[in-house]
């Protein structure tokens, strides 16, 4: 253990670089920029003259032959009852709502629909879906990417990786403090930029959300740092290039197919975690096709996929790295 | 005795290039040099014998054990590489704190032996230093600190005096030989020959990946004296004098390549003395103004470039 902080430590402290801290506040900064930008836009839209705070209407739901009412801000509705959620759940959630117009039932042409802001209770889930894309998703992944990805291709070009090497167990330490010290900059950007963020959104349950993204951040830093620090070890010369196209690549575009291939993306399962722990509208957590993407599993069998998936690609990344021949002299001799 | 290093056929391939090849040679504890030219296999064969890298064939044993992945073994062996390699925004106290901590030292005694080593090695003034600050002798310095700070039994050096002042030169031989007073075992790498005569008197010769000879200085150079000697005579009439030097037979090879003063006259000898004797009564008796002598030094390179041609079978 001493020599695992004593790579963690150090590892901390060499990378602590201005230009590294400038990239953990300016990712950290992210979710904040988001929450401040949409903070203004539905203020600006709720104080606009003739706005939904000055003009109070009734909405009815696009997609509603069935009848179902949504309340507008400041308006009636009679459509939130349990019955009316689930109906609206198989129907599919988030149904484009428009303001009711009479001339639209006489059959003269439409004026466009008014845009709203969200009203107190919908912000929950659109701040929990925000927050889990631009912390876990981007924050963090992002962070990592830029620690662990050159972990070891910064050691070999800098030629310091003999110091380490020749000591005993010195490559397994090596990798393990880099995987910890990476995960350690994801979460702390994580955590930084959502809890800065929350402070400034103004929703309900911010605890919920806060503890949702926290725990999900620590999930993707940490199986993030062992993806993107096995394919450092895999092709270190072209290391961030490698990362980038497997985030692009795997996890973003195979991650969001609706197949069973998804499965082995980090993206689904946190995906599938967020639905599951985020405080997200019953009718979109209970929609039959948001059931049928994320299946049947339980949080926890999502948890042991991750585990499973970190450990294994840890695993890989050091055996790789003890059995590759990683040495200055190779090149230098030749 | 348990011999310190044995290699047994060792060949180190990288793809189709041959780093080291089958090198055999079983050392004893005690020091020793390795000298080759630049390029000639030595970071390969340290790198070997630290277990960085695996032979394509044959075994390496150092201190009765496999080196290659041998956490037991690392801790018995103290090693410089050549090049620097060390961060620069750290100092050197921080440095090889860390680097003892990985030694299983605690974070305390890690320091209060860093600071120790830093000291002997005359590093005491800039170890809280940033090592970007360092001159590249203090670099050197502070590198040899790392190497023999958890008191290996074992020192192997790549190069240590590379990059070092005359007097930094001096301390650090004074270390080394100390170290090898001491009981302790070394290995150094170098390419120059007097740096590491000072240090030691057994040698390892390495050229072209291969091990051309082994032995004491004085086994070196009496190889020196069996290497034929090349001189080149320019002199009034090179045609005439090469005609004598074949006449007084002391010559293994004379060559001519005109008959000008300008064109050099090659002469190679097994026997400088004699042939130096022969060739001032030649030139006396002939009345030929000799212009310019040139012999090849003794220079470790014209040592190799001789052994790998007798290794060829050409001399």
Redesign the interface.
Known sequence: M??L???YQ?EL??TA?AGRIIWWIALASFPVLITLLLQWLWTSIESRPGGPADNPQVIIESSDAEGGFEQSPGSFSSADSPANRSDRGRKGWGGRDRRFDPQEDSGRRRPRPRRSAPEMSQRPTIWSIIYFITTPCVCCAMSVLLTAAPAVASELE?????????????IL?LMLGKFLAAATWGITTSITGVSVALLIAETDMKSQIWTTIVMLSILSAFAYSAIYLFLGTLLFRRAMVLCVMYTAIAEIMIGAFPAVINRLTVQFRLRALAVQWAPLADDFRENDEVSWYFGEATSLEHIMWLGIMTGTLLLAAIQLA??R??????E??? | MQPMIKLENVTKLYNTVLGVNDVSVELPPGGYGLLGPNGAGKSTLLNLLIGQLSPTRGTVTVLGVNPRNNGSLLGRIGFCPAFEGMYARVSGLEWLTYLLRLQDYSKQKARIRAEECLTQVGMQHAMHKQIASYSRGMRQRTKLAQAIAHEPELLILDEPLSGLDPIGRASVNKLLQDWIGNGRSLLIASHVLHEIEALTKSFLLISGGRLLASGTADDVHQMLLQVPMELQIRCSDPRRLAARILQDGQAELVKLTGNTSDDPLTVSTRNAADFSHSLMKSVLEEEISVNRLDTSDESLQSLFNSLMRIHRGEL
Do not use: I
Request: net charge positive; charged share 25%; proline share 3%.
């Open positions: 001493n020599k902080m004593a790579v150090y402290r060499r670089s800098q030629k310091s990786w003999s110091y380490v090497a020749s000591r005993p167990q010195g330490w003890r059995y021949e990683f040495t200055a002299a190779v230098s001799d030749l």
